[in-house]
């Protein structure tokens, strides 16, 4: 999947590495090593213990849907997409990041709240964004 | 060493304004709140604002040097903050008379530049990719998540934005006030789902600025501050703890309950941002008026509309009065007026108000307990 006018995020040190696993097709989180908590966004520290003692691991890919709205007013690069669900998605590692959701008609009867997911991946310049799709897969 | 709010005014027209830029709606406010104080910017020696132009601009054009300033900026709740912190300087002896001045070309956009929010930030890595297009499509997110836990439902997501309209339709200044229904609320065009457009505030030009001192300094009509509380949660709606409950609601409004030493019943009066429909449920649940989940009936049983026993939001709020950009100061305005007895839809014999305010989406959030009695 290529979607080249959407907006690209642009890498900063501490979240290189998730840029990085993005571009590999993983999906890399933090994790501390003193509280065994995992944490999102990328940090220095653990926002749980205030432990250092982070390190980054691969997170399953398979999540559920916490909570979204249907935009019907596209934001730039957006334009074809029709109404679109913005999302916010909890990983099974218990962390929650926003997300499209992609793979399935946005309607909200398609979209009932703790529905099952897993991650793909959206090339977008040179950074890959993490989408998610029902678990089940594509329903087209 | 009581503080209170010596004088509160409005720029002298809301709404659409593109004939004066954003330090002209700053300066028309500042120089309308002295006057409602019946002080001169001689009396003032602290300016307290958010954004562009700040208080060094503010006080400039005033002609005021000032003695201590702050620039706390944390969205729509920041004069709320600044009136706190004014409060905790002049008890600390670094000022006695502070003006807190807010204007916004929020509509219009005159000389308001919009601050861009680069694709590296926190928001541009990890919310705007996903085509966010400000507050209708981020301050939204929470909702669906909240109707499903507590069993809102859409009818009573709207009778917020219905019980609103009927005090804007009291009040000759709210932007919008002919009433409506719930089926006009949900026959109105879809913005964000669930978010139908008349569950979203408006987009207004338009100023207030207050002028906050001790009571002995004060000329005519202290509204005294019992209490405040201040808090933040996440930067970025994605990472609010719970989506069904704000932990800066209910930790400012803690603080203030607790410095003000008051309980619900004491409360005749009540103001809670409103960007958004959501957002009174969440605020009579997340500072304690109401238990989880019964905020929504609460509103469509009528008890926050006129007549009903807690009334909320009086101008109209965000949904139907006015929605600069950055609320607060529209919400703490109203309050005054409570208070002083001079509100268009004058609630009889309040004697004390409480206002919540919000910044950016969840993000910060700062509680006020205001009397007209001295505590």
Same mark, same amino acid.
């Given at each position: 999947?290529?979607?080249?006018?959407?907006?690209?995020?642009?890498?900063?040190?501490?979240?290189?590495?998730?840029?990085?696993?993005?571009?590999?097709? #993983?999906?890399?989180?933090?994790?501390? #090593?003193?509280?065994?908590?995992?944490?999102?966004?990328?940090?220095?520290?653990?926002?749980?213990?205030?432990?250092?003692?982070?390190?980054?691991?691969?997170?399953?890919?398979?999540?559920?849907?916490?909570?979204?709205?249907?935009?019907?007013?596209?934001?730039?690069?957006?334009?074809?997409? *029709?109404?679109?669900?913005?999302?916010?998605?909890?990983?099974?590692?218990?962390? #929650?990041?926003?997300?499209?959701?992609? *793979?399935?008609?946005?309607?909200?009867?398609?979209?009932?709240?703790?529905?099952?997911?897993?991650?793909?991946?959206?090339?977008?310049?040179?950074?890959?964004?993490?989408?998610?799709?029902?678990? *089940?897969?594509?329903?087209? | 060493?009581?503080?209170?709010?010596?004088?509160?005014?409005?720029?002298?027209?809301?709404?659409?304004?593109?004939?004066?830029?954003?330090?002209?709606?700053?300066?028309?406010?500042?120089?309308?709140?002295?006057?409602?104080?019946?002080?001169?910017?001689?009396?003032?020696?602290?300016?307290?604002?958010?954004?562009?132009?700040?208080?060094?601009?503010?006080? @400039?054009?005033?002609?005021?040097?000032?003695?201590?300033?702050?620039?706390?900026?944390?969205?729509?709740?920041?004069?709320?903050?600044?009136?706190?912190?004014?409060?905790?300087?002049?008890?600390?002896?670094?000022?006695?008379?502070? =003006?807190?001045?807010?204007?916004?070309?929020?509509?219009?956009?005159?000389?308001?530049?919009?601050?861009?929010?680069?694709?590296?930030?926190?928001?541009?890595?990890?919310?705007?990719?996903?085509?966010?297009?400000?507050?209708?499509?981020?301050?939204?997110?929470?909702?669906?998540?909240?109707?499903?836990?507590?069993?809102?439902?859409?009818?009573?997501?709207?009778?917020?934005?219905?019980?609103?309209?009927?005090?804007?339709?009291?009040?000759?200044?709210?932007?919008?006030?002919?009433?409506?229904?719930?089926?006009?609320? =949900?026959?109105?065009?879809?913005?964000?789902?669930?978010?139908?457009? =008349?569950?979203?505030?408006?987009?207004?030009?338009?100023?207030?600025?207050?002028?906050?001192?001790?009571?002995?300094?004060?000329?005519?009509?202290?509204?005294?501050?019992?209490?405040?509380?201040?808090?933040?949660?996440?930067?970025?709606?994605?990472?609010?703890?719970?989506?069904?409950?704000?932990?800066?609601?209910?930790?400012?409004?803690?603080?203030?309950?607790?410095?003000?030493?008051?309980?619900?019943?004491?409360?005749?009066? =009540?103001?809670?941002?409103?960007?958004?429909? @959501?957002?009174?449920?969440?605020?009579?649940?997340?500072?304690?008026?109401?238990?989880?989940?019964?905020?929504?009936?609460?509103?469509?049983?009528? @008890?926050?509309?006129?007549?009903?026993?807690?009334?909320?939001?009086?101008?109209?709020?965000?949904?139907?009065?006015?929605?600069?950009?950055?609320?607060?100061?529209?919400?703490?305005?109203?309050?005054?007026?409570?208070?002083?007895?001079?509100?268009?839809?004058?609630?009889?014999?309040?004697?004390?108000?409480?206002?919540?305010?919000?910044?950016?989406?969840?993000?910060?959030?700062?509680?006020?307990?205001?009397?007209?009695?001295?505590?």
């Amino acid at each position: 999947m290529t979607a080249s006018h959407k907006p690209v995020p642009k890498p900063t040190p501490e979240t290189q590495p998730f840029w990085d696993g993005t571009a590999e097709g #993983r999906l890399r989180i933090q994790r501390c #090593r003193a509280c065994a908590r995992h944490y999102f966004y990328p940090r220095p520290a653990c926002p749980h213990c205030g432990s250092d003692d982070v390190v980054w691991v691969t997170a399953s890919g398979r999540a559920t849907l916490y909570s979204y709205v249907i935009s019907h007013r596209p934001a730039p690069g957006f334009e074809d997409d *029709g109404p679109y669900a913005i999302a916010v998605v909890e990983l099974e590692e218990g962390v #929650r990041m926003m997300t499209n959701i992609v *793979g399935v008609e946005i309607t909200p009867q398609n979209l009932p709240l703790d529905m099952a997911l897993r991650v793909v991946f959206e090339r977008r310049g040179d950074v890959h964004v993490p989408l998610f799709e029902p678990a *089940g897969g594509p329903v087209r | 060493m009581n503080i209170v709010i010596a004088g509160a005014a409005e720029t002298d027209e809301l709404g659409k304004l593109p004939h004066m830029s954003t330090a002209q709606l700053h300066l028309q406010a500042a120089r309308n709140a002295l006057a409602d104080a019946g002080m001169t910017k001689d009396d003032i020696d602290g300016v307290a604002t958010v954004g562009v132009p700040g208080p060094i601009q503010i006080a @400039h054009a005033l002609g005021v040097t000032p003695a201590w300033l702050d620039g706390t900026g944390v969205g729509g709740s920041s004069f709320l903050f600044h009136v706190r912190h004014a409060a905790a300087a002049i008890r600390a002896g670094l000022c006695t008379t502070v =003006l807190v001045t807010h204007g916004e070309s929020g509509r219009s956009r005159v000389g308001a530049p919009r601050p861009a929010l680069g694709p590296d930030s926190l928001i541009g890595q990890f919310e705007l990719p996903y085509g966010v297009l400000g507050p209708p499509t981020m301050f939204t997110l929470t909702a669906l998540r909240y109707m499903k836990e507590t069993g809102l439902t859409h009818e009573q997501l709207a009778e917020v934005a219905v019980a609103q309209r009927r005090w804007a339709h009291l009040n000759p200044r709210a932007m919008f006030q002919d009433l409506i229904t719930v089926e006009d609320v =949900l026959a109105s065009r879809m913005v964000a789902y669930p978010f139908h457009l =008349l569950e979203c505030c408006l987009v207004t030009d338009g100023g207030g600025a207050l002028i906050v001192t001790t009571e002995e300094r004060a000329r005519r009509s202290p509204v005294h501050l019992l209490g405040s509380g201040e808090s933040a949660e996440s930067p970025i709606i994605s990472q609010m703890e719970d989506f069904t409950t704000s932990a800066a609601f209910r930790r400012s409004g803690e603080a203030a309950f607790a410095e003000a030493g008051i309980s619900h019943d004491d409360v005749d009066h =009540l103001m809670i941002y409103d960007a958004f429909a @959501h957002v009174p449920v969440y605020g009579l649940e997340d500072l304690g008026f109401v238990k989880r989940g019964e905020a929504g009936p609460f509103i469509a049983e009528g @008890h926050t509309s006129p007549g009903g026993r807690l009334p909320l939001n009086t101008n109209g709020g965000g949904l139907s009065y006015t929605h600069t950009g950055m609320y607060g100061m529209f919400a703490i305005q109203e309050s005054v007026r409570q208070l002083r007895g001079e509100a268009a839809a004058q609630v009889p014999g309040a004697e004390i108000s409480v206002v919540l305010g919000n910044g950016g989406m969840f993000a910060s959030a700062a509680t006020l307990v205001l009397s007209n009695h001295r505590p």
